[in-house]
C-alpha cells in the first residue's frame, strides 16, 4: 500500500472539497490494495514488546471507559533511578483479551509509513496532522458514541468494523464528547473492510464496534481551521 497524493485518500479532490469536508462524511469502499503492507497487529506486537512505552502512548479504553494507567504499566529502575508509567506488555494483553481496545496515540513517531502521511496530509491541509491506531478485539467496542475535535481520515487494515455515523451538526463543539445512546437512527451504517476509507468532519457524533475478528485501523486527524488567515 502507497499513498502519494491527497486524492488517494480522498478519491476525486473537486468533490471532496465541494461535497464533502467540513460538510458530511465520506467513505470509500476498497480505495486501497494490500492495506496490511502499511501497518499490522503484529508490527505493533513488536514495538510493544521491544520499546519503552510511556501510558500516553498507549491508551486501554473498554465500553467508553479509559483505564487507570496503573492498570497496565509498571516502573522501572535505571541504575539509582526509578520511573513510573512504563507500558507493561503483559498487562496490555490482559485487558486487550477482557475486551479493551488499544488506542496508540503518535503512532507517526514510531512508523515509518504513518510518519510519511502525517506529513502528506500535514501540508495538504495546513495544519497538524496526527496518527492514531486503535485494536479492537472482535465483537468489543472501545469508545461509545462521540464526537471529536479534529477531521478524521480512517483507514481500515485488518478485520471489519461497524461505524455508525449520525449527521455533522449544524453547530459544533470542540471537545470530545460522550453522547447519550438515545439519539435518533444514524445517517450512515457501514462495516469498515480492509482497504475501505472513511472521512469524517469533526465534531460528527459517531461509534464503532470490531466484527468478529480483531480489527486495526489507523485514524489521522486534523484540527478544523477556524480562522480566516487573511482577516477577513
Not at 120 to 126: D, G, I, M, T, V
Not at 169 to 186: C, F
Request: net charge negative.
Amino acid at each position: 500500500m502507497e499513498i502519494t497524493s491527497f486524492s488517494d485518500i480522498v478519491g476525486d479532490e473537486d468533490v471532496f472539497w465541494a461535497q464533502h469536508f467540513d460538510r458530511r462524511p465520506l467513505h470509500r469502499r476498497k480505495a486501497i490494495s494490500n492495506p496490511d503492507d502499511f501497518l499490522s497487529i503484529q508490527d505493533l506486537d513488536e514495538v510493544l514488546r521491544h520499546e519503552r512505552l510511556r501510558s500516553a502512548q498507549l491508551l486501554m479504553v473498554r465500553d467508553g471507559e479509559v483505564y487507570p494507567p496503573h492498570a497496565y504499566t509498571e516502573r522501572i529502575r535505571l541504575a539509582e533511578w526509578e520511573f513510573d508509567s512504563y507500558v507493561d506488555p503483559e498487562g496490555v494483553y490482559r485487558l486487550f483479551n477482557a475486551g479493551a481496545s488499544m488506542v496508540w496515540a503518535g503512532i507517526q513517531n514510531l512508523h515509518p509509513k504513518a510518519h510519511v502521511l502525517s506529513r502528506l496530509l500535514a501540508q495538504e491541509l495546513n495544519t497538524r496532522c496526527d496518527v492514531m491506531a486503535f485494536v479492537t478485539p472482535g465483537s468489543w467496542q472501545g469508545l461509545g458514541i462521540h464526537d471529536d475535535p479534529s477531521d478524521t481520515y480512517v483507514i481500515q487494515l485488518s478485520g471489519i468494523k461497524r461505524w455508525r455515523i449520525w449527521a455533522t451538526p449544524v453547530s459544533r463543539n470542540l471537545g470530545h464528547y460522550r453522547l447519550s445512546s438515545d439519539m435518533d437512527e444514524p445517517q450512515m451504517d457501514v462495516s469498515m473492510e480492509p482497504g475501505d476509507i472513511l472521512y469524517v468532519p469533526y465534531g460528527t457524533p459517531h461509534a464503532m464496534i470490531a466484527e468478529e475478528d480483531t480489527s486495526l485501523h489507523i485514524t489521522a486527524t486534523a484540527p478544523p481551521i477556524l480562522l480566516d488567515a487573511s482577516g477577513d
